[in-house]
């Protein structure tokens, strides 16, 4: 703060508010000012200060003792009356017999800028005996102490030894203190300094804050400093408070005047100004008004036309004009005197924000004992970005009562203290009352303009009921609840049509003169300058500007016509002449093509003769690739309902009706978008060619693609979602075997995706699907790359990348291996085994590349003994090759899934146990307007080929009718119901239809529960039979 001698007219108040300021403060970033504190008053608080940034100022008390005691360094960055940092005078009561008498600076060891003055304390003992010059850093400070007759004080810098650099902590050499501490030490390092003689950055004294660049030796190169910090006073802070600007590497409190005050994402910033700076003025106290106490007469033409006050604006009694003082405040607003002829203070009608990087006792808006002033008028003030609020003893002021403080202010510790005004009931019997237009927030004052906001609709400044979008002069639109005028080219509209439908010349519902494309113009481009030529357009009868011919030029119009003679036999001459000349050359350019034509020719089958007419051969070992793809028709397909959409496509649900037959089966329809470009359709087709050479239980399956204009991916449709969705949903149903038996399925779903060469990059929870609470399915290869033979890696261009599923290498060199995929593995578990917990939740994704090369990785879900987390951990190392292999998880996870309430501990563990699912009821849910009779999942459509590829040469399946489609689905359905009992595997839909379980495909092996399943598959095998015979 900086009040100098200047209180608030209550000394209770005087002495709450320095309370309030100083109590548990340890750092006073500015000045230090006690004044006018009576007797017997409790200074105990301010014993926590070690630090004063500004002066300290100690003036016009009556107490007795100075409790600074743990005050060690004042800076003196800033100086009383330009010259002290420790400012101590007329602290007694003149008609009485007591005043201060002690100076509790004990621990006061630095004055690093200013000097000393301590004079007409009457009863002060002991000033005189303190070797000040000690304290004092600059031996030219000015120092001014009144005598005394009193014992000496110890010294602080004679007792070193010659050696030290400044302070020390005992009288040896070893015993110096470090060079960047002030005020003393504790020990010889630069942490262990009482304050710091430049910056403390965390605790450490260092010369300069760390900086935004720093220099690589190495790549002789200038590179981002991840620890860099901001300057701000004598500290090092990660960020700048709120209400101050960051520039360059430090907060300050205004720009310089080559810069401009800018706000992005919600960060105050100085930039070069593009062209003239906004006006900046200089408030009381800073610059040309340094040693103005307050706004009047002699200087307010300072403030003409200003756009922000660096400083504060204080007015206190004296005279003053009625200059418009519209602006933005840095520092406060400080009014104690206001005109008599001035009932507002409309002067402030577009102050928009009161920053409070200075304050009067900790107030950033102070309007006091003001008799004429009946409403504020602040009707652009958005925020109060740090300091109280005081109004206090204006007797007409009416309207404070109904704003909402609170939303002004950034700060919860900001307060209000609003007292001894106008009282509301008398304003509302004089009609002081906010407009109708205004809603709950409250107003400034009387009318629809004074609204803090508007109950309707906003126009300008104004609040109105409705915006002008069918009458009224001037057409508008609304954009929310604000009222925006229409293009000056827009036609106006009578009737229930709107003029515009959005801002600019594109949105008129119809042109008031002319259409140049999607612009309405005053009229067609004349003569513009285009990219290579100028630009010429004329109207059609539409008042559409359409491109002349190309042949056609600009001429002067204005030039009068007059005769032209001229002979024709020059003109027939010189036509004939240059037709020969052509002819001539043509027959030259066709003799001299002809000729090199046949030279090719001759040297083309030279060099055919001469070489190999085969190529060498390189094999590679890789297998032939004889998956088959299907290509359906567009009439087969029917789209029902949207399941998502993203940038590049959208996923319908749908129908597949083979062509020929009367089966329905349910599928999901993935569509690329009509405006994505050449790259995102090879992208498409390269993840149609991954899908339809991948075939595994545990994988979902590509039924087919439609060529039509937007390409479209048939698989399919899994009833239960993605798993992540599922175990949210579902996690006070789900025990540990379900769980175990998921973390098998997975792995060996990515087991099968290693043996092909293929690395998924993008394994998370989300991108697994549910087709049964047994039977689960690895999607999404949109990101998906398959290795050749002789690749180990993949290395990715730029885009999106899941950052918190990614392996270290994957985020710092994009290096994606199966090891890469491992990684994302083990979070993918993580995301089970806490039933859909969010990895590395509130931390930013750029953060997460210096916390995994800290060694900090996901914490042990609850549920998970040390064997399960163990393996997570293994899947997390930083080298690729340390992490296990897919074929050893899958295997380590079928040893746990036999004995699963081992490693995994779930209250309830036994009770659970999840519904069979009803597929038929799902798909009528779905498709509840379709014929249910034919319908049928795609497993069964496809089970008489699914496994048996290999023994066919045709890629089309042969038709069958709806009779036999429902005996196969028997087969199906008996397995379904085995699954659900967990009497068998979900792996066994990789068999043929009808051959035998072996042991393996039981989960029990129990007799008992083997001889129950193997009857009911006997059962529906014979039903089998029966209906086809």
């Not at 309902?641 to 649900?653: D, H, N, R």
């Not at 329905?664 to 991954?690: H, S, W, Y």
């Not at 293929?758 to 047994?774: G, Q």
């Not at 990614?806 to 985020?811: H, S």
């Amino acid at each position: 703060q900086t009040n100098k001698l200047s209180t608030l007219s209550d000394l209770d108040q005087q002495y709450r508010t320095l309370k309030k300021l100083y109590e548990n403060c340890e750092v006073v970033m500015g000045n230090l000012e006690i004044t006018s504190i009576d007797r017997n008053r409790n200074l105990n608080f301010l014993k926590s200060i070690r630090e004063v940034t500004g002066y300290v100022l100690v003036a016009l008390n009556q107490f007795e003792y100075l409790p600074l005691e743990n005050l060690r360094i004042i800076r003196g960055t800033k100086l009383y009356e330009g010259r002290y940092a420790l400012a101590i005078f007329l602290n007694y009561r003149r008609d009485g017999h007591y005043g201060l008498r002690q100076l509790g600076l004990r621990n006061l060891t630095e004055i690093l800028n200013g000097g000393v003055y301590v004079d007409q304390n009457k009863f002060l003992c002991h000033a005189d005996t303190i070797h000040w010059r000690d304290i004092i850093k600059n031996p030219q400070a000015e120092l001014l102490v009144l005598p005394s007759n009193n014992s000496n004080l110890g010294l602080t810098k004679t007792v070193c030894a010659e050696q030290c650099d400044g302070r020390c902590f005992g009288p040896y050499v070893s015993d110096c203190c470090h060079r960047e501490c002030a005020g003393g030490c504790s020990g010889p390092k630069d942490t262990d300094c009482f304050a710091c003689t430049n910056f403390n950055d965390s605790g450490a004294c260092v010369t300069q804050c760390p900086q935004p660049f720093v220099y690589n030796p190495t790549s002789f190169q200038l590179e981002h400093n991840p620890r860099a910090k901001y300057t701000y006073g004598a500290f090092c802070v990660k960020k700048c408070p709120h209400n101050f600007v960051v520039d360059h590497s430090s907060c300050v409190r205004a720009c310089p005047s080559n810069k401009m005050e800018v706000e992005e994402n919600r960060i105050k910033m100085c930039i070069p100004c593009t062209d003239i700076c906004p006006k900046v003025c200089d408030g009381i106290g800073t610059g040309s008004l340094q040693t103005a106490q307050t706004v009047d007469a002699s200087n307010i033409d300072k403030f003409v036309n200003c756009t922000k006050i660096n400083g504060n604006l204080i007015f206190l009694i004296t005279a003053h004009s009625s200059t418009d003082l519209s602006n933005v405040s840095i520092g406060y607003l400080n009014i104690q005197s206001w005109p008599e002829n001035m009932t507002d203070l409309g002067v402030f009608s577009s102050l928009a924000t009161i920053g409070g990087r200075s304050l009067y006792s900790g107030i950033s808006l102070l309007i006091l004992k003001q008799r004429w002033i009946s409403s504020l008028q602040f009707q652009a003030l958005d925020e109060i970005s740090a300091g109280n609020v005081y109004i206090l003893n204006n007797t007409r002021l009416c309207f404070y009562n109904t704003v909402n403080w609170t939303s002004l202010f950034r700060m919860s510790s900001q307060k209000v203290l609003i007292r001894n005004n106008r009282d509301p009931k008398e304003c509302t019997q004089h009609r002081m009352v906010c407009d109708r237009m205004c809603s709950d927030d409250g107003c400034w004052g009387p009318g629809p303009d004074q609204c803090l906001s508007c109950r309707f609709f906003r126009r300008g400044r104004t609040c109105v009921e409705s915006c002008n979008l069918y009458d009224g002069e001037v057409r508008e639109f609304a954009n929310g609840s604000v009222c925006l005028e229409c293009d000056s080219q827009c036609e106006k509209r009578d009737g229930n049509t709107m003029t515009c439908l959005g801002q600019g010349p594109d949105q008129c519902v119809k042109c008031l003169h002319f259409k140049d494309g999607p612009n309405c113009v005053e009229k067609c481009p004349d003569g513009l300058q285009g990219a290579n030529s100028f630009i010429f357009k004329y109207a059609k009868a539409n008042n559409e500007c359409h491109p002349c011919h190309a042949n056609c030029t600009q001429g002067n119009t204005n030039v009068p016509s007059l005769p032209v003679v001229f002979s024709r036999t020059p003109l027939i001459a010189a036509g004939i002449i240059g037709g020969l000349f052509i002819i001539v050359i043509l027959a030259l350019s066709v003799a001299v093509y002809v000729r090199r034509k046949s030279i090719k020719k001759k040297r083309a089958l030279r060099r055919f003769l001469e070489t190999e007419l085969v190529e060498p051969l390189t094999p590679s070992g890789t297998a032939p690739n004889q998956a088959q793809l299907r290509i359906l028709k567009e009439t087969e397909l029917k789209r029902v309902k949207i399941l998502g959409s993203g940038a590049f496509g959208t996923v319908y649900k749908g129908i597949w009706v083979p062509e020929g037959e009367t089966v329905k089966i349910p599928v999901a329809i993935k569509i690329l978008n009509e405006a994505t470009g050449p790259k995102a359709n090879v992208e498409f087709m390269d993840e149609a060619l991954i899908m339809a050479s991948m075939e595994h239980p545990h994988l979902v399956r590509l039924l087919g693609v439609c060529l039509s204009p937007t390409i479209q991916l048939v698989t399919q449709l899994m009833p239960h979602g993605c798993l992540l969705d599922y175990v949210h949903e579902h996690q006070d149903n789900i025990g540990s075997q379900l769980l175990l038996n998921w973390c098998v399925q997975i792995a060996k779903g990515m087991m099968y995706l290693e043996e092909r060469r293929l690395v998924h990059r993008d394994l998370a929870a989300r991108n697994v699907l549910v087709k049964s609470p047994n039977h689960i399915k690895i999607t999404d290869f949109g990101l998906a790359r398959l290795l050749d033979a002789d690749e180990k890696e993949y290395n990715a261009d730029g885009g999106k990348m899941p950052i918190k599923w990614m392996a270290l290498e994957c985020i710092h060199y994009r290096k994606f291996t199966h090891q890469s995929d491992v990684w994302s593995y083990g979070v993918t578990i993580w995301e089970l085994m806490t039933f859909g917990g969010k990895p590395y939740d509130g931390i930013p994704t750029r953060e997460i590349p210096d916390i995994l090369e800290k060694g900090e990785r996901l914490p042990q879900p609850p549920i998970c003994t040390i064997d399960v987390y163990m393996v997570m951990v293994k899947c997390w190392m930083i080298d690729a090759d340390s992490r296990p292999k897919f074929k050893e998880l899958a295997a380590e996870f079928c040893r746990m899934a036999r004995d699963p309430q081992r490693y995994l501990v779930i209250q309830g563990d036994d009770r659970m146990k999840l519904p069979s699912p009803n597929d038929s009821k799902f798909f009528q849910s779905l498709l509840d307007e379709e014929d249910l009779d034919d319908l049928m999942d795609a497993e069964e459509y496809l089970v008489p080929q699914g496994f048996n590829m290999t023994a066919q040469s045709h890629p089309t399946r042969p038709r069958v009718d709806s009779n036999r489609v429902r005996t196969l689905s028997v087969y199906a359905a008996a397995l379904r119901l085995l699954m659900s009992l967990n009497l068998i595997k979900p792996e066994v839909q990789a068999h043929d239809t009808f051959q035998p379980l072996s042991i393996q495909s039981f989960y029990q092996s129990d007799p008992l529960h083997r001889s129950i399943a193997v009857s009911i598959l006997y059962f529906s095998k014979s039903q089998h039979e029966e209906k086809l015979v």
